[in-house]
């Protein structure tokens, strides 16, 4: 059966994408099929693993499902569509987005049964996957309450920094008002802290104040993940950091935290 995971933040440059590529990633290593779903304006997601606007003329992106969606596309037609629109690769399939998909911003509110979208798009592919992580772009919006309705649980990466920590109670109240009113199913799997110091007090610092605030209600991943250049430059050639460096301290955290999430 299918594990959906959402990677979410309210705040931007705190590692999700990062998160969203290097578990993803490790999780194929382990011999299962994995799609990775780009709902982020900035489609890093897509870059990374080397898919590119003009690499997409001839196909269709999030951007036209979630229009094909709100048109109430017949399930025939949708399930061409998204078959279509997936990037075949030989380690982690993507479903790609481009900067088009801003353009939505103001047409989904006003969409019947808006926070199913998602749902209903990858209803039609869903099955054929053991994993499918799902990487938000930042924000508690509507984009972010369709990732969460069709999820099973949610990694909320957190900046090893004191402005890292803005955003967090959003995310906590918005998982909260999904698990009343549209997946009661929904758990989360931990907060992740990205970009940490062993060697600062600040790093530690933040860590301490974490798991004092919100690890009563939220686990914290007992692996941090270190701050390395390495993991800046796996993107420019396409690579997981499993691939690009995979003894550095990052790459075994990134591990641990994929296996974790595949056998919890």
């Not at 998602?118 to 209803?123: A, S, V, W």
């Not at 250049?229 to 420019?236: T, V």
Request: charged residues 25%.
């Amino acid at each position: 059966m299918v594990k959906i995971i959402s990677i979410i933040s309210c705040k931007g440059g705190v590692g999700k994408t990062t998160s969203a590529v290097n578990i993803s990633s490790y999780i194929h290593t382990q011999g299962k099929r994995v799609l990775a779903v780009d709902l982020d304006y900035q489609h890093n997601l897509s870059k990374h693993f080397g898919i590119f606007p003009g690499h997409l003329k001839d196909k269709p992106t999030l951007y036209d499902l979630f229009n094909a969606a709100m048109d109430d596309c017949q399930d025939g037609e949708m399930s061409e569509l998204v078959h279509r629109a997936v990037v075949k690769s030989t380690t982690v399939d993507v479903l790609p987005a481009t900067a088009k998909l801003s353009l939505l911003d103001k047409i989904l509110p006003t969409a019947t049964c808006r926070e199913y979208i998602l749902k209903g798009i990858l209803k039609h592919i869903k099955n054929e996957y053991d994993y499918i992580f799902i990487d938000c772009h930042p924000g508690c919006d509507l984009f972010a309450i369709n990732a969460l309705t069709v999820s099973d649980s949610v990694i909320i990466p957190v900046e090893a920094h004191p402005l890292g920590l803005e955003g967090l109670d959003q995310v906590e109240k918005l998982i909260g008002t999904v698990q009343r009113h549209l997946n009661p199913n929904l758990k989360v799997d931990g907060i992740l802290l990205t970009k940490f110091q062993n060697n600062t007090n600040c790093c530690r610092n933040i860590r301490d104040v974490v798991k004092e605030n919100y690890g009563n209600r939220m686990r914290v991943f007992d692996e941090h993940i270190k701050y390395s250049i390495n993991i800046a430059e796996a993107p420019e050639f396409g690579l997981s950091i499993h691939e690009y460096a995979p003894k550095i301290e990052a790459a075994q955290s990134y591990a641990k935290i994929a296996l974790e999430v595949m056998f919890k």
